[in-house]
């Protein structure tokens, strides 16, 4: 277990005039045992900062530091990481137990102890009776935690996950995010989980940290970064359905926009006027799709409210301790 | 399936025994005649299609040689069959061997003049045994290497195709899988040994039986790089054996023809098995 320090971290790709820059400039402290959730869409910059972590990229300029090293020149096996891959990448012709006992035996670990290990984890992630078959008679859900047995048994200081859910049913992403949070309630391994998903950074991090465009541009933990977004950005990523941004909001200044996030807005007797454009209901709650003036507004309604008709004006008003204030030309908060 | 045109059935079933015929006749009429004396193939005209008795005498003849009845001398087959085992055996290996290690490194690697070594390779594909064989011959020569193993298979060993073939297998290989080897401190001849080439499998098999019926067939280059007649191979053996002024035996040249077949569909059937099952292990 390890914290890592991560400290004005650029990467461009080519030299001279035709370089591209994808991270500009990063830095981020992780503490011991943190799980963090680096989210953002895609092309941001996030599989490339694990991947500089990992050591499957070049830093540009910057460094890493895992734990007390800094890891720069470290090859990826010399770093005491690993990593779960997307595509899982088990080694096809190996057996569930020799995918596992594969890093251990390159590094001369003795044969009682690689079994040792290997069942620990096995045991821990219920795949016992799965060790002497292959990948191929493996379901999607089994060969991930194949793959999350294979980092365990390396007992890293710091775990990698690049999109390990992606591949998944919607039922059993749900289910694997519980056994990555049970495992690192048990392991408390300092983690880096790269996601696109903004309800998996949601619920598994501890602090997440927001990309857009190779920027860091919040990293906090999801209170903070769903309550206090930073910018603009942030505020109408994270949330679903995102958070309302207003250019020409009643009461918000010139070069101002005001943000609202759906379910503050309180329908009554007083407030703005929105004109109803659409409604859905989902169930528990209605969502109410709306025009101020020019710009068009969500809001969210429990499903015993009553539900206004398509066309008819509404008033709500907004939440005044909930209403977050951006600067019209940087996005970042005011 | 539904049989709307019966006629087109029966029509392609009877191309194909066509095919068949005309491929296994041959075949047929070589086994035959080797089971004869020449005496029986000579003088019956067209030559009986019936199996003769003379089988045990003509391949104990073909394979160990010995005096004809007519006086003449036959070389016993076997040695060259041993030398086209060995020639053969060699080339496949070796070039498999050599175009994986190539391929691994056009693949793999990133180094000075990647791009124009592979053109290179890409190149000498213009460059068959035949159109290099005069300053082939010098350099063997020179180099002693005439009349052995090294200069019978040597020259031959170096193979664009199937450098081509691994190239294109392993940039299938998913990048995850090297970078996952990686993670486990696979050094990259590692790497090779232990997830590659068995992931290759498949490819090695169909590689190996096409260069070891290439091996087993070459004649002309071993005709050229051969004097002694220990180094001969059992293609160039059935050639000596049919002597126009001389009496020939038809009956010997049959069964040294059908001895000369035998290993390589022997190497064809029994890598079949490979193949299925290669292709029944094909992972997702």
Sequence with gaps: MAAISLKHIVKRYGTGKTAVQVIHDVSAEIGDGEFVVIVGPSGCGKSTLLRMVAGLEEITSGTISIGTRVVNDLEPAERDIAMVFQNYALYPHMTVFDNMAYGLKIARVPKDEIRARVEKAADILELRPYLERKPRALSGGQRQRVAMGRAIVRQPQVFLFHEPLSNLDAKLRAQTRLEIQKLHRELGITSLFVTHDQVEAMTLAQRMLVMNGGVMEQFGTPAEVYNTPASTFVASFIGSPPMNLLKHAPGAGLDTILGIRPEHLEVGNEGWPLIVEGIELLGAERLLYCRLQDEALIVRIQEEQQAPKVGETIYAKPRADRIHLFDALTGLRI | ?284
């Design chain 2, 1 to 284: 399936m539904i049989e709307r045109r019966p006629v087109l059935t029966i029509l392609s079933h009877l191309v194909l025994l066509l095919g068949v015929l005309i491929v296994a006749f041959p075949v047929y009429v070589t086994i035959v005649a080797s089971t004869q004396t020449t005496a029986q193939i000579t003088q019956a005209i067209p030559m009986s299609l019936v199996p003769g008795d003379n089988m045990l005498q003509t391949y104990r003849l073909a394979l160990f040689g010995g005096e004809t009845e007519s006086g003449g001398r036959i070389a016993p087959a076997w040695p060259m069959m041993w030398v086209s085992l060995v020639t053969a055996l060699l080339i496949s290996v070796g070039k498999i061997v050599i175009s994986m290690l190539s391929a691994f490194a056009i693949v793999y690697f990133r180094f000075p003049f990647r791009g124009l070594v592979f053109w290179m390779i890409f190149i000498t594909l213009m460059l068959p045994v035949e159109v290099r064989i005069g300053p082939t011959y010098e350099v063997v020569s020179n180099l002693g290497m005439l009349n052995s193993y090294a200069g019978l298979t040597i020259p031959l060993i170096a193979s664009a195709t199937a450098t081509f073939l691994f190239r294109q297998f392993f940039l299938t290989v998913p990048d995850e899988l090297v970078e996952a080897a990686r993670m486990d401190g696979a050094s990259p001849m590692r790497f090779f040994w232990d997830i590659l080439l068995p992931l290759s499998r498949t490819s090695i098999a169909a590689l190996f039986v096409i260069q070891f019926i290439y091996g087993w067939n070459q004649y002309l280059w071993p005709l050229l790089v051969t004097t002694n007649e220990s180094m001969y191979p059992v293609v160039m053996g059935i050639r000596r054996l049919i002597s126009g002024d001389a009496y020939t035996e038809w009956n010997v040249v049959m069964a040294t023809a059908m001895l000369a077949m035998l290993p390589p569909a022997l190497v064809v059937v029994l890598m079949q098995k490979w193949f299925v099952k290669g292709l029944v292990d094909s992972e997702k």
